[in-house]
């Protein structure tokens, strides 16, 4: 099956697994918000940084903004589920 533009989905969750990641690795995210913007901020300069150095660094790569919006949508997936749990856990 043949499926146009799958690989954006293939970033989003790429992106949504490195960002989740990140929130879980520092528990002071759960109380914190600016770590967890800063750590989601982060996953999305890193994700442009990438494209861009991929069309820049080499000959066969190009730069997408379609990727970066997908990595960046990952992102806030992850950090839109992440608030969530967490906001359920402190309830508790």
């Not at 913007?37 to 080499?58: D, H, K, N, P």
């Not at 919006?69 to 950090?79: D, P, R, S, Y």
Request: contains cysteine; aromatic residues 12%.
């Amino acid at each position: 099956v043949n499926i146009s533009n799958i690989d954006k989905g293939y970033h989003a969750i790429a992106y949504f697994s490195l960002g989740l990641s990140w929130l879980l690795s520092f528990p002071i995210s759960i109380h914190k918000k600016s770590v967890k913007y800063t750590i989601a901020i982060s996953c999305v300069f890193y994700g442009i940084i990438i494209e861009v150095l991929q069309s820049t660094l080499t000959t066969y790569r190009t730069a997408s903004l379609l990727d970066m919006l997908a990595n960046a949508v990952g992102v806030f997936m992850a950090l839109l589920i992440f608030k969530s749990v967490s906001e359920k856990i402190n309830a508790i």
